[in-house]
């Protein structure tokens, strides 16, 4: 029988209730259907389809496509050639994406179960069997190469660890896919996430990973992406349900879940690109690429369905000129609290490229990189680590001052309290203050420093807090290039050039 003959009919097939009421099977808590009528799911309708065997014959063309690749190139000298910033990008990604796979698991299989219509729970399920494999060969890939870098390993400890990165992703994630709602899922993962910023994490990455050799790591994230294209699609008819009958509400959860996603990505994949990336296989910079793939389609799109543009948009346009850059600028510093190498990448070609791409970069960080430079040309390296930690954002948990620039008079460095229940609360932007404000019963995690004080770290030290984290010296981050970039500047006086 040909398909359209009869997969209308078992895609829309769902029970008629007669021993049960509706709402103990599908209660309001878990399923958010709120102000939309019941029979409105009716019209819930995916723009890809696809059968279980058609699944499944897609599925194992790209398994074997993937693992070809690796088998080949396991025999070869490729990685050992591979830049050690670049390996770093590829830490990082492992680290923090590999586990937060597996959480995607749970967020499909619980649109699986509550979705409020039999084609949406249909769609969710190939969700979820998309994201086991994509935590799968995430966990294989660099389990091959832990003999030859223990920070590899971090692809499954990461996740277990109070690592203060990890934490942050952990905190974001948890109030995206498994706090919420089912209807709010839909919103914030497939259709927020995953159409706008899995774009800057897989397809960016792996034209810098083709330029930069690691065919083996190109070739997953390409893998996984094409599967992100078709579950994602389950937010779009929610989306459209959701702003018929509910528009206020539809406009917060993409406000709120494109902030939070912005400011992770600045610190997840934004030092990766415009730092760690080797100067010459760099196709765009960090702010091109978010201005090009995220920022212009995601507006056109939520425009598309009836909304509006974000409260913040102007001070996330101006973010993409400093977040990262900040960011970069204090995971260096606190290099030993990371799994990764963070690669310096302010050589005077590099710093070139950064003035050409981000004409106020000298303005605002050129002359702090110079106060490390000396201190490291003149051998004083005790100034270049840290002795404590910084204040972190009650919301995002990176630190306070990272959505701004010490020389910017419009967004400068400074925290944004909140003060609730006799307890002052810090936040490093307006957004992220009013973000946790309103949705604090489901995104309130506590920060690393409020569990240092509360006495949860112990001793209350550097070497306390990073045997918290779980990190040893074995793995512990310092700098890609063991401070090379910094030597062209020992025969010249470290100044900033306007």
């Known amino acids: 029988m040909a398909r359209e003959k009869w997969y209308d009919i078992v895609r829309d097939l769902d029970w008629t209730l007669s021993y049960v009421d509706y709402e103990a099977v599908f209660p309001e808590w878990m399923c958010g259907h709120g102000k939309i009528p019941r029979e409105a799911w009716a019209k819930w309708d995916e723009p890809y389809k696809v059968t279980y065997p058609e699944y499944v014959a897609t599925q194992r063309e790209k398994e074997t496509g993937a693992y070809s690749v690796k088998s080949v190139l396991q025999k070869s000298k490729v990685f050992d050639q591979l830049d050690e910033g670049w390996k770093s990008v590829a830490k990082v990604h492992f680290g923090a994406v590999s586990l937060i796979e597996d959480l995607a698991v749970y967020a499909e299989l619980r649109m699986a179960r509550f979705g409020l219509s039999p084609a949406w729970r249909n769609v969710a399920l190939f969700g979820a069997?998309?994201?086991?494999?994509?935590?799968?060969?995430?966990?294989?890939?660099?389990?091959?190469?832990?003999?030859?870098?223990?920070?590899?390993?971090?692809?499954?400890?990461?996740y277990q660890t109070n690592d203060w990165a990890i934490i942050a992703a952990r905190a974001t994630f948890d109030g995206m896919m498994i706090n919420p709602n089912v209807v709010d899922v839909a919103i914030q993962l497939p259709f927020t996430f995953e159409t706008g910023f899995t774009?800057?994490?897989?397809?960016?990455?792996?034209?810098?990973?083709?330029?930069?050799?690691?065919?083996?790591?190109?070739?997953?994230?390409?893998?996984?992406?094409?599967?992100?294209?078709?579950?994602?699609q389950q937010g779009g008819?929610?989306?459209?349900?959701?702003?018929?009958?509910?528009?206020?509400?539809?406009?917060?959860?993409?406000?709120?879940?494109?902030?939070?996603?912005?400011?992770?990505?600045?610190?997840?994949?934004?030092?990766g690109m415009d730092y760690y990336t080797p100067l010459e296989m760099r196709k765009q910079s960090y702010k091109e690429f978010m201005e090009e793939w995220i920022a212009e389609q995601f507006l056109d799109q939520i425009q598309d369905y009836g909304l509006k543009k974000p409260w913040y948009w102007d001070e996330f346009l101006a973010g993409l000129d400093t977040w990262h850059h900040s960011l970069h600028l204090g995971v260096w510093y606190w290099r030993p609290t990371v799994w990764w190498k963070p690669q310096g990448g302010v050589s005077p070609e590099e710093r070139d490229w950064l003035n050409e791409k981000y004409p106020d970069?000298?303005?605002?960080?050129?002359?702090?990189?110079?106060?490390?430079?000396?201190?490291?040309?003149?051998?004083?390296?005790?100034?270049?680590f840290p002795e404590t930690l910084p204040w972190l954002c009650n919301l995002c948990h990176l630190p306070i001052g990272t959505a701004a620039a010490p020389n910017n008079d419009k967004y400068p460095v400074?925290?944004?309290?909140?003060?609730?229940n006799g307890y002052t609360y810090h936040f490093c932007s307006r957004p992220c203050r009013q973000i946790w404000w309103e949705d604090r019963d489901t995104m309130h995690d506590p920060t690393v420093i409020e569990r240092l004080l509360a006495g949860e770290i112990q001793p209350p030290t550097v070497e306390g807090i990073l045997a918290w984290m779980g990190l040893t010296p074995d793995v512990m981050g310092d700098d890609a290039h063991n401070y090379s970039w910094a030597k062209p500047y020992a025969s010249q006086p470290t100044q900033s050039v306007a």
């Open 414 to 420: 400074r925290s944004y309290p909140l003060k609730h």
């Open 361 to 384: 970069w000298e303005k605002n960080f050129g002359w702090i990189w110079d106060v490390i430079i000396e201190n490291v040309n003149s051998g004083r390296m005790e100034p270049t």
């Open 199 to 232: 774009n800057v994490q897989f397809v960016a990455l792996s034209a810098d990973a083709l330029e930069s050799g690691d065919i083996n790591f190109a070739n997953m994230i390409s893998s996984i992406q094409t599967d992100e294209a078709r579950h994602s």
């Open 237 to 271: 008819p929610t989306l459209e349900i959701l702003v018929e009958h509910d528009p206020k509400r539809a406009q917060w959860i993409i406000d709120k879940t494109f902030w939070v996603s912005a400011r992770l990505f600045s610190v997840l994949t934004g030092p």
């Open 129 to 158: 069997l998309d994201e086991t494999r994509h935590a799968q060969i995430s966990l294989f890939f660099p389990h091959e190469l832990i003999g030859k870098d223990p920070q590899y390993d971090w692809a499954h400890k990461a």
